[in-house]
């Protein structure tokens, strides 16, 4: 059973979306959580403050979900090319309801990078095209899977506190002039393991802990 979210300072949902056997639960069952096959949830201290991380995972984009959750994860698979070309295609439909939810797109199963359909220049520049950070991981051997996710924590925190510090300068007697809110226009890539580099799994923790 799922904490109740009232004993918690932030509360968060993330959606993790993309085509079949690409690695959605693994992904998330590696991020130190919780829960049943259709709902995932993980509970992590961020800053001091206490925070719920709820997930659900799903293959199709629905307009409702725009105002159901606060961060996207686009997942495809490094051995299946239409995988890829799928999240493409959800972005798409993304975008139609919604730009302003913290998004990522994760290229899981880079443990067996040898097997890859991916042309790498064309990966790394479509979603440097978009503006949106890439991440390549192994949820099966829980290589780099943290990364995601604390970036979208780390946009959904810097949101918050961007939204105070303006409302601050709203209420003081000088005048103010309107915060800018966070950059998502920064593109980044996650190195791709080699074939000499070992993938090893983080020890394990009873909590999951961002600083």
Same mark, same amino acid.
């Given at each position: 059973m799922a904490p109740d979210p009232n004993t918690f300072d932030r509360v968060f949902k993330f959606v993790i979306l993309g085509g079949k056997s690409v690695g959605k639960k693994t992904l998330l069952r590696s991020f130190c959580t919780e829960g049943d096959d259709e709902s995932i949830w993980t509970s992590l201290t961020v800053d001091d403050e206490k925070v719920l991380i709820e997930a659900t995972v799903t293959q199709k984009w629905e307009e409702g979900m725009s105002?159901?959750? &606060?961060?996207?994860?686009?997942? %495809?698979s490094t051995t299946d090319i239409y995988s890829f070309e799928y999240t493409l295609e959800l972005y798409k439909e993304i975008q139609k309801t919604t730009?302003?939810?913290p998004l990522v %797109?994760?290229?899981n199963k880079m443990d067996i990078v040898e097997e890859s359909q991916m042309d790498k220049t064309l990966v790394e520049g479509e979603t440097k095209k978009k503006h949106?950070?890439?991440y390549r991981v192994s949820a099966l051997k829980e290589f780099n899977v943290?990364?995601?996710f604390a970036y979208l924590i780390e946009k959904l925190t810097r949101q918050k506190k961007d939204v105070n510090a303006n409302e601050r300068k709203q209420s003081?007697? =000088? +005048?103010?002039?309107t915060t800018s809110p966070p950059s998502s226009t920064e593109a980044w890539v &996650?190195? =791709?393991? +080699?074939?000499?580099?070992? =993938? =090893?799994?983080?020890?394990?923790? &009873?909590?999951?802990?961002?600083?």
């Open positions: 105002k159901e959750n &606060d961060a996207i994860a686009l997942v %495809f730009e302003k939810i %797109f994760i290229e949106k950070r890439l943290m990364h995601p003081s007697s =000088v +005048t103010s002039s &996650d190195p =791709v393991p +080699t074939e000499n580099s070992a =993938v =090893v799994p983080p020890p394990k923790k &009873d909590k999951c802990i961002l600083m």
